[in-house]
C-alpha cells in the first residue's frame, strides 16, 4: 500500500493555511484533518471547529446568527467560521464541493488571504472581524479540485490527492486481508466501491462468530462471492 499521501499530509499541516483533501470516501481524510497536529486552545483541548456542507447550509453556520436566551432576549452566536477566526483555529470543511451558493460566497471570505481577510458580521454591532494568527482551514471533498469553482480552487494551493486508506484505519483489520480491502475501497467506480465503514462492519461479525461468507453475504451482497476467492488468493499467496 502506498502511504506517501499520508506523509506528504502530514507534513504540510503544521505549515500550511489552506489545504484541499480530495479522494474516494472513506479513506480518513477527515480523520487526518482533524486529528494530524490539532492545534490546542487555552483550556487544553483541540481548537478544531468541523462542519459538512450540504445544499441546505446557510452561511448563518459559518458567520452567525441570533439565538434566544433564558431571559427571552436575543443574542448573537458566532458560527464555527468565526469561531475558528477569533481564535487561531483549524476549521475542516467536509464536503466542500456540495455547499450552497450562500455558503460558498461566505467561504470565499473566510478563505482570503490572512493579510487582506475581514468580515463586517450581520448583527447590531457591525463588528469587523479579522483571521487571528494559527486559522487555518482544511477542506475535504470526494471530487478532484476541478470539480470545484475556480475562484474557491484559486484558495487551496495545497490539494493532496489521497490514494490510499489511513495506515491507522488498516491497523484494526487483518494484515492477510489489507490487499482486498485497498483494491475494493479505492476502485474508481463508486457502484463497485466497498466503504472502509463496510469492512469495519464485516469484521465486527466476524467477532460475533459469524462465518465470513455470512458476514460476507449480509455486507457485501452480490459481491461476497467475489471478494472472499480474492481474500483466499491473497491468503495463499503469503503462505
Known amino acids: 500500500m502506498n502511504d506517501d499521501c499520508w506523509q506528504l499530509i502530514n507534513d504540510v499541516i503544521p505549515v500550511s493555511q489552506r489545504i484541499l483533501l480530495w479522494g474516494p470516501p472513506g ?30 447550509t446557510a452561511s448563518a453556520n459559518l458567520e452567525g446568527f441570533y439565538k434566544p436566551s433564558s431571559d427571552g432576549n436575543f443574542v448573537w452566536n458566532d458560527g464555527l ?22 455558503a460558498m460566497t461566505f467561504l470565499h471570505a473566510i478563505l482570503d ?12 454591532t457591525k463588528e469587523t472581524v479579522h483571521p487571528a494568527l494559527g486559522f487555518q482551514v482544511i477542506a475535504t471533498t470526494n471530487s478532484p479540485p ?5 475562484a474557491l480552487k484559486d484558495r487551496f494551493p495545497v490539494q493532496v490527492h489521497v490514494d490510499s486508506i489511513h495506515p491507522k484505519a488498516m491497523e484494526q483489520f487483518p494484515s492477510n486481508w489489507h490487499d482486498v480491502i485497498n483494491d475494493t475501497t479505492l476502485v474508481d467506480d463508486p457502484e463497485d466501491r ?18 465470513e461468507e455470512k458476514a ?14 480474492a481474500v483466499m488468493v491473497a491468503k495463499a499467496d503469503n503462505g
Open 146 to 150: 476541478e470539480s470545484l469553482p475556480l
Open 27 to 56: 479513506t480518513g481524510k477527515t480523520y487526518s484533518a482533524v486529528k494530524e497536529n490539532a492545534p490546542i486552545n487555552i483550556n487544553g483541548s483541540t481548537n478544531v471547529f468541523q462542519i459538512t456542507m450540504t445544499e441546505d
Open 194 to 211: 466497498v466503504s472502509v465503514r463496510s469492512w469495519k462492519e464485516f469484521f465486527m461479525l466476524i467477532d460475533r462468530d459469524f462465518t
Open 216 to 229: 460476507a453475504k449480509l455486507i457485501f451482497g452480490s459481491k461476497a462471492e467475489d471478494i472472499i476467492d
Open 81 to 102: 467560521a468565526i469561531q475558528a477566526w477569533r481564535t487561531g483555529g483549524r476549521l475542516v470543511i467536509n464536503e466542500i464541493d456540495h455547499a450552497s451558493p450562500d
Open 113 to 124: 488571504d490572512p493579510e487582506i481577510a475581514g468580515i463586517t458580521l450581520n448583527n447590531d
